[in-house]
């Protein structure tokens, strides 16, 4: 009988990974050593007829390996996958396909309940109208014409920088939040960012600041700001692990930043308006020595007017008086528009819709979990299936 050693090697061991048999145990069952089943089933080896007919009485399939592996219908022929036969492998393995799936579901919904809560607040801000400016475009016209420059607003603010600022998280990290059971608490608390770490080495007392920083960066990791380009609307939405910090804290950031931009927006009006207050007081008091000169030139000289030299003197000190009264009119009508633009730049945002404490979670979400497992375990179900086949 003649056999090709190489053939029938890689016959035996095709048959013995398409049955799952290990190596050890096949050759103790054909009572050869490993080494020389390792032989035959490289080729190195020409296996006797003794060994044949073991591998027969033990293996009664063996003999019809071959035709078994040329009669199945291959899933990939000529580079084109064949659905046909793709379906029909599914469909017998359906039962353990449907087993993995459920498996992997069960055990991928049951991990959701391993993750921590988190509850999302969500607070919208508006940006004010800038009707009043219409009010004041007549007063402004007329004192454009008497030469008074009018304040213009130049100042712009883009709030998701606002929100995400450190000073607005400095504020939020000092406060003590009230939570769902009335207890009140601070974000380091809540996070436990003053507690030694158990895999820590060093049991030096933590350091306040590198609390306060670690917990500055974390709290922009929970706020999300979006605003619309085209209506101005913002929304400021605040994630952890409380429904009534969540709200607490969103409407606490919209206030400080409303705050802030109103205080930052108008210093500089109240900043020009102080000037001209303290520049009118001290011309006031310049116009009133000058008007004083004036009249103890008169009382003084009371027939001045034929004198050349002291009708001159008169004429200097009268255009002195008059340059203080212009300049103390110009400063009056300034500080007028100085408390216009302090009045219009009031408020520059407007809190629509305040933040109230969320009935449900946001995360984790079991439905999306749930799906996600199934789909997941369908696939790799297939996958083992198409490859075992």
Same mark, same amino acid.
């Given at each position: 009988m003649n056999i090709n050693p190489e053939h029938f090697g890689k016959k035996i061991k095709r048959f013995r990974l398409l049955n799952d048999i290990r190596q050890e145990d096949m050759a103790e069952k054909l009572k050869v050593s490993r080494a020389t089943l390792i032989n035959y089933e490289k080729g190195h080896t020409a296996i006797n007829l003794e060994v044949l007919n073991r591998i027969n009485d033990i293996y009664p399939n063996f003999s019809n390996e071959d035709e078994s592996v040329k009669s199945k219908p291959r899933i990939i022929v000529d580079n084109s996958l064949d659905f046909q036969v793709l379906f029909s492998v599914l469909h017998k393995k359906k039962n353990y396909i449907l087993f993995i799936t459920t498996f992997f579901a069960f055990f991928g919904t049951l991990s959701s309940f391993l993750f921590t809560k988190y509850y999302d607040a969500e607070i919208t801000l508006y940006p004010a109208k800038k009707d009043l400016s219409q009010g004041f475009s007549q007063f402004q016209a007329f004192a454009s014409n008497l030469g008074v420059n009018t304040a213009s607003n130049d100042q712009s603010f883009y709030i998701p920088d606002v929100v995400r600022s450190r000073l607005i998280a400095a504020k939020v990290i000092k406060q003590n939040w009230k939570m769902k059971n009335g207890q009140l608490m601070s974000l380091i608390d809540l996070w436990e960012l003053n507690k030694e770490n158990w895999f820590s080495i060093n049991k030096k007392p933590l350091d306040s600041l590198k609390i306060s920083e670690r917990a500055i960066k974390k709290v922009n990791h929970h706020i999300n700001v979006a605003e619309?380009?085209?209506?101005?609307?913002?929304?400021?939405?605040?994630?952890?692990?409380?429904?009534?910090?969540?709200? #607490?804290?969103? #409407?606490?950031?919209?206030?400080?930043?409303?705050?802030?931009?109103?205080?930052? #927006?108008?210093?500089?009006?109240?900043?020009?308006?102080? &000037?001209?207050?303290?520049?009118?007081?001290?011309?006031?008091?310049?116009?009133? %020595?000058? %008007?004083?000169?004036?009249?103890? &030139?008169? %009382?003084? #000289?009371?027939?001045?007017?034929?004198?050349?030299?002291?009708?001159?003197? &008169?004429?200097?000190?009268?255009?002195?008086?008059?340059?203080?009264?212009?300049?103390?009119?110009?400063?009056?009508?300034?500080?007028?528009?100085?408390?216009? %633009?302090?009045?219009?730049q009031s408020p520059i945002l407007h809190i629509l819709d305040h933040a109230s404490p969320p009935i449900g979670k946001s995360s984790p979400r079991r439905i999306l979990f749930l799906v996600s497992s199934i789909i997941f375990g369908l696939i790799f179900s297939s996958i083992r299936v198409v490859i075992k086949y």
């Open positions: 619309d380009k085209l209506t101005g609307l913002i929304k400021i939405s605040c994630t952890f692990q409380d429904p009534y910090i969540a709200a #607490n804290i969103a #409407n606490y950031i919209g206030e400080q930043v409303e705050l802030y931009i109103q205080k930052e #927006n108008s210093a500089q009006s109240k900043k020009e308006k102080l &000037f001209i207050s303290d520049r009118l007081s001290l011309v006031k008091l310049e116009l009133e %020595e000058a %008007e004083l000169k004036i009249k103890d &030139f008169k %009382e003084r #000289n009371r027939g001045y007017e034929d004198s050349p030299e002291l009708n001159m003197i &008169f004429y200097q000190l009268d255009r002195e008086a008059e340059a203080k009264k212009s300049v103390y009119l110009t400063l009056q009508q300034q500080l007028e528009l100085a408390r216009i %633009e302090e009045v219009k």
